[in-house]
């Protein structure tokens, strides 16, 4: 019996000192998750909590902070929390992923990280945001911060499915296949304005989508876009990954990763920080393969990657 106990509470033990993701790059405010505020050229284990390792469902990479959303709707969130966009009620920096306290009885379906914004949408449609609302990115109507998550009166009778932030800017896609876009206005981002409006602090639609169904949104910087169901892509074929199918891919503000079939990941673009996580600061030009280790909890195959700005995170799936 007491054999049968220790070997529980060994495996247990290893259990927990599992490596379910990794993160690499800009560092200095926490955003890598590892405990630390340093930048980091190679991959380091990213602290995952253990009622979340392995059901992590999907993460949102912002200025320097990043979000968690776990299968079961569960919020996460670390990195730079310096105008509340972690939604702990706070302004500090937190270098480990922490549980979003505000949504234990929300079931959050949907999230993404903005420059310094985060948002929220639940499984019944509200919109939750927090964080910098200087440029009205928040949809409350002012240009307030704000450290903990509140509901966007604006959607409170519609029903919010996805949701994109941009640098200082925010879209929103409803169930009845309209888009509103609010905060900067001022290069475009959230549609057609008047000349000399630089923002929008409430909700405004986004014309243009009647003859079309929107499958998912997206913005980055201070661009946007839209991709209807019916879309088809022109295809470009990137060049080293001979011999391996590319099946995900993910886009910070200057760098680019992959994950091929048989769990590769590759990274190119800006290095700066470190965020391909090649050891070293350089620009890449074309893919280069980031060496994570062997020690996977799943198949090589099981691998999604993350981008934010200058800071890359890759986990392991169930």
Known sequence: MEKAAAAAAEEEEEEEEA?????????????????????????????????????VSFVAGGGAHAIALTSNGEVFTWGRGTHGQLGHGDVENIPHPKLVKFFENYMITCVSAGWNHSGFATDSGQLF?????????????????????????????????????????????????????????RRGQIGRCARNQKFYDVPRIIDGFSDCKIGNIYANGDHSAALDESSSSTLVKVPCVDGEQVVHIAAGTE????????????TWGWGEHGQLGLGDTCDQVTPQRVNIGDKRPYSSASVNVYCGSGFTIAKWRN
Not at 41 to 49: G, K, W
Not at 255 to 266: I, P, Y
Request: proline content about 6%; charged content about 15%.
């Open 19 to 55: 490596v379910w993701a990794w993160s690499w790059g800009a560092g200095t405010d926490g955003q890598l998750g590892n405990g630390g505020f340093q930048d980091h050229h190679l991959p380091q284990p990213l602290l995952l909590p253990p009622r979340c390792r392995g059901r």
């Open 129 to 185: 945001m927090c964080g910098d609302g200087s440029f009205g990115q928040l949809g409350a109507g002012d240009n307030h911060p704000r450290n903990l998550p509140f509901e966007v009166a604006y959607f409170t009778t519609k029903h919010v499915v996805r949701l994109a932030l941009g640098m200082r800017h925010s879209l929103v896609l409803l169930k009845d296949n309209s888009v509103y876009g609010f905060g900067s206005a």
């Open 255 to 266: 760098h680019s990763a992959s994950v091929t079939d048989k769990g590769t990941v590759f």
